[in-house]
């Protein structure tokens, strides 16, 4: 009887959430004496506006739905890796060096063997956090929040001392290993979209298959569920673990190879721990780390992103206001169990009242 | 009705979830000074009425009047002014806190800024000696009984200044000893003019206790009873909606080979203390053994070691003559063990989860409800089918989340569970807590049968009526040890009762000789 309903209420949250962002955008726009509606015409303009733009929309989204498709694994065990950010970054750097060692390989073998390394340099960055966990109950999330760091250090060092001879940049990939796929450029107007957009939606629906119908994602989602009935029923919570994280590092991982071999075609030291991480989880939040869902919210990031980038030159609002109105979008991503709890509030109140 | 003032009034309540009616026009009067129950089967709506009384839910109609005024009880602090107050059945205390701190969390009264704790401890002194609710306010709560909770339960309604009292479910959790003195705490309360509202579905309480009943199915109130001339049988009938059976009908046992055994085994729980003391112990096929005992003696850890959800600090358990003492519970699973889990909502289900799947939790990973590591969604929905209509599990389809099934549904889908890999031995713990006479009688007479085919069965239960019932043997379970073994034909309650609370076999047959069980308790 309620099922039904507790599906709508569970999407109602998530729009909800990215409207009242959206609001409280509009807000921030008219307080610094801009026009919303002109700011946000630019910005969906900019987003979906021709193919060019459409095409740079979905390669943002790209990496974010493997990144969130990781993140969403681990959570459905009950786990929250906030080392996505690390894996990808790794798996980045791995997919590059692979590229670069055996770049002479023809590219039917270069390429799968570059995503596999830099997929299984994500799966192992993660598995480290899941044998932790599993065999010593140490906190996924600390372990994972130390190993972003351990990534962002090792990787630039690397970059200079081994990859290269001091330099900040890797080589370009050879054209083998590259995702870039001519149609897909020529059909998006010299977009920098790449074949990495099917791997993304494949990827997501070989998750929704592993969830939902294999003995592994039931064990998943048994032991996030509840961790004692998985144990009364015989599942081994040591082992799911280590898988949920290592499927879950794979996925990031291959977010990261999306960069490596798609978007940029090397990589360079980076400053920062790259942003596909910390938006992969919070798109997999919006998108309820439902596949489906973390496929529109990774558009949606995808979309402000790109289209961000048009309202200073069309609508003139200056690029830090733009991130304060994707920034507050987030928030409310975030702040969900705000909204959830005045829908609850509001329902309450709808079935009480005496007549 | 001119003898005695309603001090609560409930008129026509009716409350609706979407479509379904979980109270529909029910009408209850509580007399100043009286017991009331209020008996119905599991989600026959009683708790929502209540939840309505205390303020947790508003009707969406019907009225409320206490002491003659219409009220709109909005919030629970509406009620607790009104003077209504409950004492629930799981309870809300704060362990790490005294017994005066519990009782004024919430009343606190200070005097120059800083908490009164000697009034207050001078206040709880006067209302318990009042009562007859003897408490030391200083101790700690987690290290009283259990019976003790309760009376803080009911000494902080009393502090707040309730006339009113809402029982829910108050026996579920104590010893026969113990709901001996509370029911006499029922009654001073009520000496002194304090109204009771008793939620149970156990009968013979009612008998024992209750002024009136009123009976609730399915969200109508069936009627209101005089409890001095209705029979607990009429007022199960009238519960049900039909006939019941008290008496479990079954032959007498026929026991075979050794199914279980356990050699001195000792099992630590989770503090690190022995919950389990060098204990030896054998179940048959074709017997019931059941364990007796107060909570906390070690039951849940033999249940855990025997299931291997605990580790076992040393000794032997044999199941079909293999060890399985520190296997993974899957193994002792697969060697013929079906378990029925004390905590179902811990350990039984995943109530996120459909029920189908829930189902199908023992036997996912086997053919033909999985091939390589995929399952077959086809085979999982007939198997789940086939178990639900077998078991008369009672939901809207086989999708619904295990969560919003009713405890008595819910149980039914884990024996079906259980029983349906045919295991040589069944563990059933606590396998009626909470759960109704209809559904009672339905899984006992299901653990009768898996006995007469053969299989052993090890039933753990708090209920002495359960235990007398069912069992083919009694053992009695005292500080981590089984202290006697006694036949169920040749035992009483009382002798059970003096058992588990430690007395010797031979000092308790005499006690009871001597017409003195009961007191020789209270004493110790």
Redesign the interface.
């Known amino acids: 009887?309620?099922?039904r309903?507790d599906t709508l209420n569970n999407l109602l949250v998530p729009l909800l959430s990215v409207v009242m962002g959206f609001v409280l955008g509009a807000i921030i726009m008219v307080i610094f004496g801009y026009n919303p509606i002109d700011g946000y015409s630019a910005m969906i303009n900019g987003a979906f506006g021709s193919s060019f733009y459409i095409g740079e929309t979905l390669r943002q989204a790209t990496p974010l739905i493997l990144t969130a498709l990781g993140f969403s694994v681990a959570y459905n065990a009950g786990f929250f890796n906030i080392g996505v950010a690390g894996q990808a970054l790794l798996g980045w750097l791995c997919s590059v060096w692979v590229a670069n060692i055996f770049s002479d390989l023809p590219g039917l073998i270069l390429l799968p063997l570059s995503i596999l390394g830099g997929v299984l340099a994500g799966a192992l960055w993660a598995g480290i956090a899941g044998f932790l966990r599993a065999y010593f109950n140490t906190s996924e999330v600390i372990v994972t929040i130390m190993l972003n760091y351990t990534a962002l250090y090792t990787t630039n060092y690397l970059i200079r001392n081994v990859l290269t001879d001091s330099a900040d940049a890797t080589p370009r990939i050879s054209e083998g290993a590259s995702l870039r796929a001519g149609w897909l450029t020529e059909l998006t107007s010299n977009s920098t979209l790449h074949a990495g957009i099917f791997i993304s939606l494949a990827m997501a629906i070989i998750v929704w298959f592993l969830m939902k119908?294999?003995?592994?994602g039931?064990e998943i989602?048994?032991v996030g569920?509840?961790p004692?009935?998985?144990?009364?029923?015989?599942?081994?919570s040591k082992r799911t673990i280590i898988i949920s994280m290592l499927i879950s590092g794979g996925l990031a991982g291959l977010g990261g190879v999306m960069e490596g071999l798609g978007n940029f075609q090397n990589i360079f030291t980076q400053g920062a721990m790259p942003t596909i991480g910390f938006d992969g989880m919070a798109v997999a939040l919006l998108g309820l780390s439902n596949p489906v869902g973390i496929i529109f919210s990774a558009i949606l990031f995808g979309a402000l992103k790109i289209g961000g980038n048009s309202m200073p030159m069309i609508s003139g609002v200056p690029t830090e206001v733009v991130d304060i109105v994707i920034a507050s979008i987030i928030f409310f991503v975030g702040a969900n169990y705000l909204i959830r709890y005045f829908i609850d509030k509001r329902a309450r109140v709808n079935?009480?009242?005496?007549? | 009705m001119a003898e005695s003032v309603n001090v609560i009034e409930m008129k026509g309540i009716t409350k609706q979830f979407g479509t379904f009616k979980a109270n529909d026009n029910i009408n209850l009067q509580l007399k100043k000074g009286e017991i009331h129950a209020l008996l119905g089967e599991n989600g026959a709506g009683k708790s929502t009425l209540m939840n309505i009384l205390s303020g947790l839910l508003e009707p969406s109609s019907g009225e409320i009047l206490v002491n003659g005024q219409v009220v709109n009880i909005s919030s629970p602090s509406v009620a607790n002014k009104l003077g209504i107050g409950m004492v629930h059945q799981h309870f809300m205390l704060v362990k790490k806190f005294t017994v005066t701190e519990n009782i004024i969390l919430g009343m606190e009264q200070t005097k120059n800024g800083f908490l009164d704790r000697e009034t207050a401890k001078k206040d709880i002194k006067e209302l318990s000696e009042k009562y007859g609710l003897l408490v030391d306010p200083s101790a700690k709560v987690e290290s009283i009984s259990i019976g003790m909770e309760q009376r803080v339960e009911i000494l902080k309604t009393l502090y707040r200044g309730a006339d009113i009292l809402i029982f829910d479910e108050p026996t579920a959790v104590l010893t026969p000893q113990e709901i001996d003195e509370l029911i006499s705490i029922m009654r001073a309360l009520t000496k002194e003019g304090k109204s009771i509202i008793l939620i149970t579905h156990k009968l013979d309480e009612i008998k024992a206790v209750a002024d009136r009943c009123t009976v609730i199915r399915r969200g109508k109130s069936i009627d209101t009873v005089d409890v001095s001339v209705t029979s607990p049988q009429e007022l199960a009938d009238m519960m049900v909606g039909r006939s019941v059976s008290f008496k479990t009908q079954k032959k007498a046992s026929q026991p075979k080979e050794t199914v279980l055994s356990i050699e001195n085994l000792t099992v630590k729980e989770n503090r690190g203390l022995d919950a389990v003391k060098g204990l030896n112990l054998e179940v048959r096929a074709g017997e019931v053994v059941g364990i007796a005992g107060i909570d906390g003696n070690g039951q849940s850890e033999l249940i855990h070691a025997i299931t291997g959800l605990t580790k076992v600090e040393s000794g032997k358990i044999t199941l079909n003559e293999q060890e399985i003492q520190n296997k993974t519970p899957r193994k002792i699973t697969e060697l013929g063990l079906g378990h029925i889990p004390e905590d179902r909502h811990k350990y039984g289900l995943v109530l996120p989860m459909s029920l189908e799947e829930n189902i199908a939790l023992q036997t996912y990973y086997k053919k033909p409800l999985s091939k390589n590591g995929i399952l077959n969604q086809k085979e999982i929905k007939k198997f789940a089918l086939k178990l639900i209509e077998e078991f008369d599990v009672r939901t809207q389809n086989e999708t619904t989340p295990a969560g919003s099934l009713s405890g008595g549904n819910q149980q039914k889908a884990i024996i079906a569970r259980e029983i349906s890999r045919d295991p040589s031995l069944l563990i059933a713990a606590q396998p009626t807590r909470g759960l109704d006479v209809g559904a009672i009688e339905y899984i006992h007479s299901r653990l009768i049968e898996q006995r007469d085919n053969g299989k052993a069965v090890l039933l753990m239960s708090f209920e002495l009526d359960e235990i007398l019932n069912v069992s083919d043997r009694i053992a009695v379970m005292y500080e981590g040890n089984i202290v006697a073994i006694v036949d169920p034909k040749e035992t009483t309650q009382q002798e059970l009762g003096l058992l588990m609370a430690g007395t010797s076999l031979e000092q308790a047959r005499s006690l009871i000789k001597q017409g003195k069980g009961k007191e020789s308790v209270r004493i110790d």
Do not use: D, P, Q
Request: cysteine-free.
């Open positions: 009887m309620t099922n309903k119908k294999t003995t592994s039931f989602r048994t569920l509840n004692s009935a998985a144990e009364y029923a015989g599942m081994s079935k009480g009242g005496v007549k």
